[in-house]
DNA sequence: TTGCAATATAGGACTTGGTTCTATATATTC
DNA sequence: GAATATATAGAACCAAGTCCTATATTGCAA
């Protein structure tokens, strides 16, 4: 018997829905599927070098101030930009958080 | 990592708004917001085994859920919590923005 | 009872991100 | 000119994070 899901908010049923449509179409497999639509995470994106750069620059910050936020150094950051370092894990998850919501929400 | 200087980071949000209108307004200069920048980021402590368990129950979630959030393996928090790895960089950037301020921080 | 899923510990092997160092170049400021 | 801040460039090192398997426990459903 099928047992009919309730959402906490509209929101959690929006990405329930996009997350579904992912994993309807295969870019996502089950396991995964289940794990979002448990945790309500917002999708973490990969970051170019160029989107590295771009989104440092709209911040108007230097790459050192820029590390400083990442907590990492500032060679770090140089190599991202320079595609010779590829950031991942929780390096993507702060830089979607600055994407998404500023330098602020790194503070 | 060269040294963060303190400030209190609560204060900073409000304040770093005033900051960047002022910036935008063009009372103060590029040069003057990167050197506030730098002077208000609250610094990043280290986290031990204990402390990240502590956290992690603090917010009611399990390891594979809590590593959703930091976008990284449930390996990786379960070493964590073990003592087996120890998190650094823009890892203890997220722990710190979780223990400050939540989970919903970084969703 | 039996079976299944979720949670967590445990350990091994591998990859690569992040660090640190040095050198170079260009503005800018004193 | 000297000194400072910014950024590129490359090399070497370490360990974090990943992935894999195995084990044990709990809770729940058939």
Not at 44 to 66: C, G, M, N, P, Y
Request: hydrophobic share 40%; aromatic share 8%; with cysteine.
């Amino acid at each position: 018997m099928n047992k009919i899901k309730t959402y906490k908010s509209d929101a959690y049923a929006a990405i329930h829905e996009t997350m579904a449509g992912m994993y309807d179409a295969g870019v996502i497999d089950k396991k995964t599927m289940r794990e979002f639509d448990e945790a309500c995470l917002t999708p973490v994106h990969a970051f170019s070098a160029t989107d590295i750069k771009a989104l440092r620059e709209r911040e108007e910050v230097s790459q050192r101030v820029f590390a400083l936020y990442m907590n990492v150094s500032k060679d770090s950051v140089s190599q991202w930009e320079r595609g010779i370092k590829k950031p991942a894990g929780p390096t993507l998850k702060l830089l979607s958080l600055v994407k998404q919501k500023g330098l602020s929400a790194i503070t």
